[in-house]
Structure formats: C-alpha cells, structure tokens
C-alpha cells in the first residue's frame, strides 16, 4: 500500500518569500499525485493534481508542483508567498488501486508573516 | 452551485450512544468517500461508493462502523457504541466518476465521544 511522508509539519515563511513544501509517497508503478489546501474554517480545497503527462504542473494562484519519479516526490512551491496563503497543505496520492481512494500526508501548516 | 454538504456539522455525544453523520453529495457525482480526520494527522481512508454500491470498505477501523448509499445519492456514516478514540472530523468527497477524477470535500462532522 501506499504511503506519504510530509517532512515539515510546520513552515514559517515571511511575506513574498519563496517557500517549498516536500512531499514524498512509496514507490508504486504508476500514480496520481494531489495538493490539498485547507484554508482556517474551510474545507479541504484541491489546489492541484498530476495524472500524467508533464510533470510540471500549477495551481492558478501561483503553486506548482513537480513529479519527480526516480526520487518519488512531489514537491510543491512558490516563488513568492502572500499572507492569503496561510493555511494547511496536504499532499496525497492514488491507491494502487487506481481509482481515487486518496492516501494522505500528516499535514504541513504554512505559515506566513508580514 | 452546491458543493458537497454535511450534518450535523458538530456532534457531541456520550460514549455507548449510537451516531448517524449525513453527507450530501454533488448533485450527480457518481462517486463517494468517506474519510476520518485525527487532530494533526491528514484524512484517512474508510469507505467508498460507487452509485449505491460500497465498492471499497476496508478502511472501516472494525464492525461498529458502516455505511450506506441506498439510492445512490446520500450517504450515512453510522457508529454503533460510541467510544472516546473514535473522535474525529468526519469527511466526505464526492467525485463525478471515480478513478483521475477530483474529489471535492465536504466541511466534515466533527465528532467528540465524551
């Protein structure tokens, strides 16, 4: 089975700094690769995914995220952070089930100062 | 439109007392999962649904938990003999077909056994 390792449980970050959140999950042969965001009070919010493809790929608020097979991870950052993005980031990947029953991360709470 | 909605938002109960937590999913998805969330962990896989068919169930933690989607829409998540370690927030997604296709969150039920 799969599982997801989530290095930082907490990042402080200043305002308009670059952050980068890692992520790795256990190797598998093919999988889906997701960032969740969960805002204070909200719910959990899909920032962005990978299914195939490039291996880039971005969030329409500035995140992106890249697969990297031979080191398993999917790191997620951004060049430059506002205090809007304090929140909670979960990483998750696919079964190897195939279908989308989700394996979650702990968790990384970001966040960002004036 | 309507996102994916859950009740009672927060329960609080005694333990041995039986819980019904309720999730409403998009209208049309296809596809719903129920997670469970631990203060600090990421959610955590219990069941799945596919339109009134519990295709994946081996996340239930023992027989005091069950679920079910009698017509294909909404979802009950029912704990029998509640105990103190079963306190959670309680999640559901809904996706409209299953496998690649984005889960979208409900704000969860969150559950405290007293």
């Known amino acids: 089975a799969q599982s997801v390792t989530q290095l930082d449980s907490q990042v402080p970050v200043f305002e308009e700094a670059p952050v980068e959140l890692r992520c790795n999950y256990s190797?598998?042969?093919?999988?889906?690769l997701f960032w969740y965001v969960q805002y204070p009070n909200q719910g959990l919010q899909l920032l962005l995914k990978?299914?195939?493809?490039?291996?880039l790929v971005e969030s329409i608020n500035g995140f992106e995220a890249e697969f990297n097979k031979s080191q398993t991870s999917f790191h997620l950052r951004k060049p430059s952070v506002h205090i809007s993005d304090t929140a909670e980031y979960f990483c998750?990947?696919?079964?190897?089930?195939?279908?989308?029953?989700?394996?979650f991360g702990a968790g990384t709470r970001l966040a960002v100062h004036p | 439109g309507a996102g994916v909605s859950q009740s009672p938002r927060y329960k609080v109960t005694k333990r041995g007392q039986d819980v019904a937590l309720r999730c409403d999913p998009i209208s049309g998805h296809v596809s719903l999962y129920w997670y469970r969330q631990a203060l600090g962990q990421g959610p955590e896989f219990l069941t799945y649904f596919n339109y009134e068919a519990q295709q994946d169930k081996s996340g239930l933690p023992n027989d005091r938990f069950s679920a079910e989607r009698p017509e294909g829409s909404i979802s009950t998540l029912t704990i029998q003999r509640t105990e103190q370690r079963d306190s959670a927030m309680y999640r559901c997604?809904?996706?409209?077909?299953?496998?690649?296709?984005?889960?979208?969150f409900g704000p969860g039920t969150r559950l405290t056994v007293l």
């Open positions: 990978y299914l195939s493809g490039s291996t």
């Open positions: 998750a990947v696919s079964d190897d089930g195939g279908y989308n029953k989700l394996i």
């Open positions: 190797s598998s042969v093919s999988v889906y």
């Open positions: 997604a809904s996706s409209l077909m299953g496998e690649s296709d984005t889960q979208y």
